[in-house]
């Protein structure tokens, strides 16, 4: 596999906290990555520091080979990084298929492409993630559960190589959550986009989701490797865990 991302030694604080204490990790193409940790351990400030909503104080992004360190959130996008939010906010009055449209329009072929292509895209993506039928639904009426596969099939129709989905199945029934990770696995196998996840608490879904785990405590990567080995680690287990596996 080809390396997509890299981040190399990356230090932020924020006043006297060192959110991030040099963090070096890399993602493959077409890789499922999750990132786990206790709150507080720095997952949300690395996401932010990936994406470009933070700029790091020490450290670089590397992307496709490119160090993209310096560049601003929407030229990351247009470079193919894509981001879902914990709360989803569609655009309410519009439909679940003109939401979807609009991911299209801005995202890496932003410019390349007009509104009847992006509906095209729109219809088949929500045909992938399984929501077809509910896409003349004004997406303000559309459940929970919904909300976050729009979502999700939002951030998909930016046509991203890197997808990071933050805290996607917080809250979620297992049902739901096992739906997510079905859409978002077909979607790899669909598109061989790499997708990096954060997921606070929900173990069960880390196992079935991830091939590959990073767990961050204080700011540093601690362990690293498959799901069924660094969730037996006996440090994972301490710091994290509180030996609840
Ligand atoms: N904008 C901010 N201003 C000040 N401190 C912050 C900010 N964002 C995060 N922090 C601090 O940085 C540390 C890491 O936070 P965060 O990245 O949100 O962790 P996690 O997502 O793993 O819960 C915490 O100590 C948190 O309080
Ligand atoms: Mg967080």
Same mark, same amino acid.
């Given at each position: 596999?080809?390396?997509?991302?890299?981040?190399?030694?990356?230090?932020?604080?924020?006043?006297?906290?060192?959110?991030? %204490?040099?963090?070096?990790?890399?993602?493959?193409?077409?890789?499922? #990555? =999750?990132?786990?940790? $206790?709150?507080?351990? !720095?997952?949300?400030? +690395?996401?932010?520091?990936?994406?470009?909503?933070?700029?790091?104080? =020490?450290?670089?992004?590397?992307?496709?080979?490119?160090?993209?360190? /310096?560049?601003?959130?929407?030229?990351?996008?247009?470079?193919?990084? *894509?981001?879902?939010?914990?709360?989803?906010? $569609?655009?309410?009055?519009?439909?679940?298929?003109?939401?979807?449209?609009?991911? &299209?329009?801005? !995202?890496? #072929?932003?410019?390349?492409? /007009? &509104?009847?292509?992006?509906?095209?895209?729109?219809?088949?993506?929500?045909?992938?993630?399984?929501?077809? /039928?509910?896409?003349?639904?004004? *997406?303000?009426? +559309?459940?929970?559960?919904?909300?976050?596969?729009?979502?999700?099939?939002? &951030?998909?129709?930016?046509?991203?190589?890197?997808?990071?989905?933050?805290?996607?199945?917080?809250? #979620?029934?297992?049902?739901? &959550?096992?739906?997510?990770? %079905?859409?978002?696995?077909?979607?790899? %196998?669909?598109?061989?986009?790499?997708?990096?996840?954060?997921?606070?608490?929900?173990?069960?879904?880390?196992?079935?989701?991830?091939?590959?785990?990073?767990?961050?405590?204080?700011?540093?990567?601690?362990?690293?490797?498959?799901?069924?080995?660094?969730?037996? %680690?006996?440090?994972?287990?301490?710091?994290?865990?509180?030996?609840?596996?």
């Amino acid at each position: 596999m080809a390396e997509l991302l890299r981040v190399e030694g990356v230090v932020k604080r924020f006043g006297g906290i060192t959110a991030l %204490d040099g963090v070096s990790l890399s993602i493959e193409q077409g890789e499922l #990555m =999750a990132i786990i940790g $206790p709150n507080g351990s !720095g997952k949300t400030t +690395l996401f932010n520091v990936i994406n470009g909503v933070l700029k790091p104080d =020490a450290g670089k992004i590397v992307f496709e080979g490119r160090d993209i360190t /310096g560049l601003p959130p929407y030229k990351r996008v247009a470079l193919g990084i *894509a981001r879902t939010f914990q709360i989803p906010k $569609p655009w309410p009055n519009l439909t679940v298929r003109e939401n979807v449209a609009i991911g &299209a329009l801005f !995202g890496s #072929m932003q410019g390349r492409i /007009g &509104a009847r292509e992006a509906l095209e895209i729109a219809d088949e993506i929500l045909e992938i993630v399984g929501l077809s /039928g509910k896409a003349e639904v004004e *997406a303000g009426k +559309l459940t929970v559960p919904e909300k976050k596969v729009l979502e999700l099939a939002r &951030a998909i129709a930016m046509r991203p190589k890197l997808l990071m989905l933050d805290e996607v199945v917080a809250g #979620m029934s297992p049902k739901d &959550a096992d739906r997510i990770v %079905d859409v978002v696995k077909k979607i790899r %196998d669909e598109y061989n986009i790499s997708v990096v996840s954060l997921v606070e608490h929900v173990m069960r879904v880390v196992t079935k989701f991830a091939e590959r785990v990073v767990v961050m405590h204080q700011g540093r990567v601690i362990r690293e490797g498959p799901p069924e080995e660094v969730l037996r %680690d006996p440090l994972v287990q301490r710091v994290y865990l509180g030996g609840a596996l």
